[in-house]
């Protein structure tokens, strides 16, 4: 049951994934490289130039990398976190004296919401394009 439940989130997950990279992060790629190759053909410019203009070309891909990798994380510790309360509660219905049978379904109710809710998260993550846009 907990295997249909993360196959889900990650199917939902993967999808964001490359939504973000389709629209986003290679639309950076193709400005990107354009720059970088055109500073490279600057005759007059110094080697540490070229340099210094290429690592500043990738500033901004690099800058939305980390956030998407930051909101992932704390998408993470989020479901994680609600796992480890439902399986509190559900240790704690065992200990209560609950059937075992009884004490699945709730796990099982639990995990689900606790999912439901985390992966109704997932579109707002990807809503908020605006901030990777300005950073690009």
Same mark, same amino acid.
């Given at each position: 049951m907990a295997e249909l439940q993360q &196959?889900?989130?990650q199917e939902t997950v993967d999808s964001m994934v490359k939504s &973000?990279?389709?629209?986003?992060?290679?639309?950076?790629?193709?400005l990107m490289f354009p720059c970088s190759t055109s500073c490279?053909?600057?005759?007059?410019?110094?080697?540490?130039?070229?340099?210094?203009?290429i690592q500043h070309s990738h500033v901004?891909?690099?800058?939305?990398q980390a956030l998407v990798t930051s909101k992932f994380e704390k998408f993470q510790d989020c479901q994680a976190w609600c796992t480890i309360h439902c399986n509190d509660k559900t240790k704690d219905s065992i200990d209560a004296g609950s059937k075992e049978l009884q004490v699945k379904r709730q796990l099982y109710c639990r995990v689900t919401k606790c999912i439901d809710d985390h992966v109704h998260l997932i579109p707002t993550m990807t809503k908020k394009k605006e901030a &990777? &846009?300005?950073i690009g």
């Open positions: &196959l889900r989130v &973000l990279e389709r629209e986003n992060i290679q639309k950076m790629q193709s490279c053909e600057d005759s007059q410019a110094s080697m540490q130039q070229v340099h210094q203009y901004p891909l690099a800058q939305v &990777l &846009l300005s």
